[in-house]
């Protein structure tokens, strides 16, 4: 048996650590109480969503065929917008398009040759300004045949002219008849008039000449914008900025039988979450709402997720099993995801949402709890 002094000794300790224990266990009920005012926790629901991007990928299809000259199209390569990623071979497209611009730049110089003659008076001389304006050879001469057949046809007015006024005297003091005065007279009223059909007729064909090198000068822009046409469909450039996804191998010299799709771009645009909410839940959701994502890739790791917010709310129904939903969209905000977190987003992935509805302290759901205990609702039967 064990002394009285002894078990007094032991009952005195084991009481001093009852106590000690009883005040740690009182002191961190009363902390715990203090700070249930000041923790707080999101509320809200969850929901099933998928990571798409705003902007969908785009086809990239090569629309003419040809050689291939030129390809930069590699898998998963970043491109900007404008970049060309491949070109094929038009040397004919090419060379045939400077031969309408050389045809083109000659319609235009008969053209404005054509126009500086009908300018010029033709019952006067060519001052050598507007000679040396003329820029084709073949119009120059057209122009010195026609000066000097009017030079021939003026001279043959003021010879009709000098017979006309000789013998209109000699017909005033009658030593001639009045019908050798009059064929006289109509001598030098049709040399007048074959000098002025011989103005007309030089106008009349410059117009005729202008309004063929017209027409030929539009055939040709309609031919040229072929050609054009032709010479963009054999680049093909990027049309967004984005990533290259799903190239098909393609090497220099080969043949390319358009259209052909060689690839995808996904362009680079904010990721966004698409959730379908139940109906019963539709009027929880808000334009501006927080939400937070935890995508599949976060899996392997529990306390990761990355904050969005509500942009859109389709208010069609859709039905997924049997269950009416809507659509919600939510951008992802940039701010809360860093550069390692967007590399594992990718289009098509699923993921959960938490839709916040209200921040609310410990205290204040431990009040709304006990309230909900003390004043039980009825289960409806």
């Not at 902390?31 to 990571?51: E, N, R, S, W, Y």
């Not at 001052?127 to 003026?154: E, F, G, M, N």
């Not at 996904?266 to 939400?291: H, N």
Request: hydrophobic share 40%; proline share 4%; net charge positive.
């Amino acid at each position: 048996m064990c002394p009285p002094t002894f078990e007094l000794s032991y009952m005195r300790a084991s009481s001093q650590r009852t106590r000690s224990f009883y005040f740690v266990c009182i002191l961190f009920i009363i902390v715990c109480l203090c700070l249930l005012p000041f923790l707080h926790i999101d509320v809200g629901f969850h929901a099933q969503g998928i990571l798409q991007g705003a902007l969908q990928k785009t086809d990239l299809v090569v629309i003419s065929s040809g050689k291939l000259a030129s390809s930069s199209l590699k898998e998963n390569a970043p491109v900007d917008r404008g970049q060309i990623l491949l070109q094929l071979e038009v040397k004919a497209n090419r060379d045939q398009r400077i031969l309408i611009s050389d045809r083109e730049n000659e319609i235009r110089k008969h053209i404005h040759d054509l126009e500086i003659l009908m300018q010029i008076q033709t019952d006067s001389a060519v001052s050598p300004k507007k000679l040396a304006d003329i820029k084709t050879a073949v119009h120059r001469s057209q122009w010195r045949l026609y000066a000097q057949q009017l030079t021939q046809q003026q001279q043959q007015v003021r010879s009709e002219k000098l017979k006309y006024d000789r013998y209109r005297q000699l017909y005033i003091k009658n030593v001639i008849s009045r019908q050798e005065f009059e064929s006289y007279y109509f001598s030098y009223i049709k040399a007048q008039n074959d000098k002025t059909i011989l103005s007309h007729s030089f106008k009349a064909q410059c117009a005729a000449e202008i309004s063929t090198y017209q027409k030929n000068l539009s055939e040709l822009r309609e031919a040229a914008a072929i050609y054009d046409e032709k010479n963009q469909t054999a680049v093909l450039k990027a049309p967004l900025k984005g990533r290259l996804h799903q190239i098909i191998p393609l090497y220099p010299g080969v043949f390319i039988e358009g259209p052909k799709k060689v690839g995808e771009l996904i362009p680079e645009s904010p990721m966004m979450a698409y959730c379908y909410i139940d109906a019963r839940k539709l009027t929880w959701v808000r334009k501006g709402q927080r939400v937070w994502l935890y995508p599949d890739s976060y899996l392997p790791f529990p306390g990761k997720r990355i904050l969005a917010k509500v942009t859109d709310i389709d208010r069609n129904t859709m039905h997924i099993n049997g269950v009416s939903v809507f659509k919600v969209a939510c951008l992802l905000l940039a701010k809360e995801a860093d550069r390692s977190q967007k590399e594992s987003l990718m289009q098509g992935m699923p993921c959960r949402a938490y839709f916040v509805l209200s921040r609310r302290s410990l205290l204040q759901l431990l009040r709304e709890r006990v309230i909900d205990w003390l004043n039980p609702k009825p289960i409806a039967t």
